[in-house]
């Protein structure tokens, strides 16, 4: 070492800078390795690219095939006692209607609603041909068949997309209780316009019956909906049950009676020729709605009956049979009566349209204030 201000020779710096090590200078690569490296970079990201196509297209082809889900995967607002598959995943609209043309436990219900819908909507438009839509005696008629379009329409839209979400399918459900309410009204409208046996007109019952009816599709609306906001499953069926069973025994009264009377006079022989389609649409109802009350068959094979063949079914089909034979025996009494409709002070134009009109304006209020209600429950449930 060499203390500080010491002198150094010539010899001296000279050996130092022998001692020093010289840095060697970077030469550039071979053209042939710059080649190389290139190569390999655009290599590397191909495979990159590939991976990331395929990724996509696995993506894309999983998104084209939608998973049905089973009971244990979906919430319970869409579970169905004795359907243990079938289910169809939370998503769009576009996956709800694919779905549609699936084999899922919905499939059967939309197109059994959806089918008869337009061939309703084909009815009415016959009407043109062969009613003077002009006639106050043709509107109780008229006032039908537009229910009579409504109500398989909303419900087989109400099916088609309940999957969307669990808000989406309370909302679907609830507009497809005040439909179903608002075809009972038109149900009443009409037999008391062409049905009503001519023994109780006049009669205090045939003075309120139209009243009763109007009554009668507001609290069967408000009943079916608050039965989606009760616990437990025994009490919601059972409550919704109750909501239409009652809209339809008062409806019918009056035509049960005429059936009744009629065969105590003449047994075995209907008195009207519309006696027979009449006798065919209770038939149906009352086995639509033991199908529907009952939950069978699947009840008793779960499982078995996912996709078709259970009680919804049942009711759908059952549904539109009895409607098609109301339908067509409420037309032989309009065309086989042909009198004043009205004789007993009743007025059932107004009935047929302005209250046909107040009593949708009243169920969807209560469609309203429903809807508003599930949102804040399921945002409470949400946010705990």
């Known amino acids: 070492m060499y203390r500080a201000g010491a002198t ?14 010289r840095r060697p200078r970077r030469r550039p690569p071979p053209p042939a390795m710059l080649r190389y490296s290139v190569i390999e970079r655009l290599t590397q990201t191909s495979s990159v690219i590939q991976q990331y196509m395929k990724r996509r297209s696995d993506d894309d082809a999983g998104a084209r095939k939608i998973r049905l889900l089973s009971v244990h995967e979906v919430a319970d607002v869409h579970k169905e006692p004795g359907i243990i598959s079938g289910y169809v995943p939370h998503g769009s609209p576009w996956v709800c209607v694919r779905g549609l043309f699936l084999a899922t436990n919905e499939t059967i219900n939309f197109w059994t609603h959806f089918l008869p819908s337009l061939y309703f909507i084909w009815k009415l438009a016959e009407l043109r041909h062969s009613l003077d839509f002009s006639d ?6 008229i006032c039908y068949m537009l229910t009579t379009c409504v109500y398989p329409f909303v419900s087989c839209v109400a099916h088609a997309f309940s999957s969307m979400s669990v808000r989406a399918a309370h909302v679907g459900f609830f507009i497809d209780y005040a439909a179903i309410s608002i075809f009972s009204y038109g149900v009443g409208v009409l037999y008391r316009s062409y049905c009503f046996p001519k023994d109780l007109l006049g009669t205090v019952y045939s003075d309120y019956f139209i009243h009763v009816c109007f009554v009668n599709t507001i609290v069967c609306t408000f009943l079916a909906c608050r039965s989606r906001f009760l616990q437990r499953s025994f009490w919601q069926k059972r409550t919704r049950l109750l909501a239409f069973l009652v809209p339809y ?4 009264v009056p035509l049960l009676y005429r059936l009744l009377t009629c065969a105590e006079t003449r047994p075995w022989t209907p008195c009207r020729p519309s006696d027979a389609l009449h006798l065919r ?4 109802s009352m086995l ?4 529907y ?6 009840r008793m094979a779960p499982g078995t009956f996912d996709i078709i063949g259970h009680s919804h079914n049942f009711l759908h089909i059952l549904g539109i049979v009895a409607t098609n034979e109301q339908m067509n025996g409420a037309r032989l009494d309009m065309d086989e009566a042909r009198a004043p409709h009205h004789p007993d002070g009743v007025d059932l ?3 047929a349209t302005w209250g046909g009109l107040l009593a949708v304006a009243i169920n969807m209020l209560i469609v309203a204030v429903s809807v508003v209600a599930m949102s804040r429950k399921l945002g409470r449930e ?3």
Not at 288 to 291: E, M, N, T
Request: proline share 7%; net charge negative.
């Open 8 to 21: 150094f020779s010539r010899n001296d710096v000279g050996r130092v800078s022998e001692r020093a090590p």
């Open 136 to 141: 106050s005696y043709t509107w109780p008629y």
């Open 249 to 252: 025994a008062w409806d019918n």
């Open 281 to 284: 649409q209770v038939a149906a």
């Open 288 to 291: 639509g709605s033991f199908f």
């Open 293 to 298: 009350g009952t939950h069978l068959p699947e």
């Open 349 to 351: 134009d107004l009935w």
């Open 382 to 384: 949400k946010n705990f």
